[in-house]
T-cell receptor, first 113, second 115 residues
């Protein structure tokens, strides 16, 4: 039973470049969440989708960040242009029924030089 | 406003001793409560949840948690700690009355179990 799959696992790029993070949720799950984790700020919810529709994007830091979910099995988080302060581990999680737990991927460790 | 507090940044315990990782919450309605564990370079893994019913909830790896409504607490416990339990633990809450679908996470507690 495959869990949440994120790619790439690591990304190192120079500031100003576009970064795209990818997530494949667990099949049958209808909610998807993007989080960012840093030592300073802990775990922050960026955006979440329900049935492929963005429900709450209040955690998205600024217009440089965007997220899409074109279908039930794929989501992207894009940063353009990237800045060194975007360096963090980005997690994707998915969930089925409302009272069920979220299941997390192993994250993308992003370093912006 | 919804919030979760984990008052200890780190908990140290000797192997074989009981452990407790504390969590208190604030919601306007009835809570769904969760505990997650995170090992290095991995995502968060679900340990256990409280939705309704028995206040003592049993979960994975021998962990359990007790829901205390009057104290608004949901402390994680284990009778006998293992070195392999060393990890980062997160408590999370969801307010089902004003349900927005989001989980509110605490800041995390590092558990260090020494041999």
């Amino acid at each position: 039973d495959a869990g949440v799959i994120q790619s790439p696992r690591h990304e190192v790029t120079e500031m100003g470049q576009e970064v795209t993070l990818r997530c494949k949720p667990i099949s049958g799950h209808n909610s998807l969440f993007w989080y960012r984790q840093t030592m300073m700020r802990g775990l922050e919810l960026l955006i979440y989708f329900n049935n492929n529709v963005p429900i709450d994007d209040s955690g998205m830091p600024e217009d440089r960040f965007s997220a899409k979910m074109p279908n039930a099995s794929f989501s992207t988080l894009k940063i353009q242009p990237s800045e060194p302060r975007d360096s963090a581990v980005y997690f994707c999680a998915s969930r089925g029924q409302a009272n069920q737990p979220q299941h997390f991927g192993d994250g993308t460790r992003l370093s912006i030089l | 406003a919804q919030s979760v507090a984990q008052p200890e940044d780190q908990v140290n315990v000797a192997e074989g001793n009981p452990l407790t990782v504390k969590c208190t919450y604030s919601v306007s309605g009835n809570p769904y409560l969760f505990w997650y564990v995170q090992y290095p370079n991995r995502g968060l893994q679900f340990l256990l949840k409280y939705i309704t019913g028995d206040n003592l909830v049993k979960g994975s790896y021998g962990f359990e948690a007790e829901f205390n409504k009057s104290q608004t607490s949901f402390h994680l416990k284990k009778p006998s700690a293992l070195v392999s339990d060393s990890a980062l633990y997160f408590c999370a809450v969801r307010d089902i009355r004003t349900d927005t679908g989001k989980l509110i996470f605490g800041q995390g507690t590092t558990l260090q179990v020494k041999p």
